[in-house]
């Protein structure tokens, strides 16, 4: 079975040792996808104040980055955002941002029906909201 690990162009820089996918045989698993921007610290729909802590943000933003950073990726390793089988889904404030997040998903992948799991967690390693885990084809 080939194996082959992956580094998007495009996608925002790996906040530590892991690639944006790996490649086994005919599936793609990509790593933990936030919604900062390649080349800056920036997080789209993100207030910081001087210490780095998270003044307020927008989820739409925040879901609408990391779902082009997953779209960026798919497409760096030869897949596409149809091919998408499987995404686990990270939120930090599921009962303030669920819904939003999940009319934002609907739009995203109303011709695709992957399989989904949502779950709430107390932080992310960068100061984001959301953060995906996806499996695709290749």
């Known amino acids: 079975m080939s194996e082959e ?3 998007s162009s495009k996608a ?3 906040v530590g040792l892991y690639p944006h996918a790996r490649r086994v045989g005919d599936l793609l698993f990509l790593s933990g996808v936030g919604p900062r921007e390649r080349g800056s610290k920036k997080i789209p729909g993100v ?3 001087d210490e780095g802590n998270i003044v307020s943000y927008d ?3 925040q879901c609408r980055s990391v779902f082009q950073n997953v779209r960026y990726i798919l497409e760096d390793a030869g897949s596409s955002w149809d091919k998408i089988v499987d995404v686990t889904v990270f939120l930090t404030d599921m009962k303030a941002d669920f819904p939003t997040y999940n009319r934002i998903y609907a739009e995203y992948f109303k011709d695709n029906l992957p399989c989904r799991t949502t779950v709430e967690i107390s932080s992310l390693p960068t100061p984001i909201a959301i953060e995906l885990k996806v499996i695709a084809t290749i």
């Open 59 to 61: 989820i739409e933003v």
């Open 5 to 7: 690990i992956i580094n």
């Open 47 to 49: 207030a910081l104040d």
């Open 12 to 14: 925002p820089e790996p």
